[in-house]
């Protein structure tokens, strides 16, 4: 019976870490996306003044993953990321200047 028990609880504590591990693998790929989707809109709210509606679903799209595998916080600090990027997109356009002179 000993054994028995032994076995289960190991058989649980593995299963257990390899949801823990894929969990984490899903967590780090939607964040990867999420910041890909953002670094494009925000290099594009610098220069135009209009956004992109299909890109701003996607990247909705993203943030409405991360409220299910992820903490209130990071959804905020994702939330705040985007205010900030339509805010760039009403802002004045930038000009960058050439490293060239």
Known sequence: MTSLASAWLTQQHQDRIKRFSQDKTG??????????????????????????????????????RMRFLSSSTVVEK???VIRMILDTYVAPNKTFLSCES
């Open 27 to 64: 967590r780090q790929k939607l964040y990867r996306q999420f910041i890909d989707e953002v670094s494009k809109l925000y290099a594009d709210a610098l220069v135009h003044e209009q956004a992109e509606v299909s890109a701003l679903v996607s990247v909705c799209a993203l943030i409405s």
């Open 78 to 80: 994702a939330e705040a």
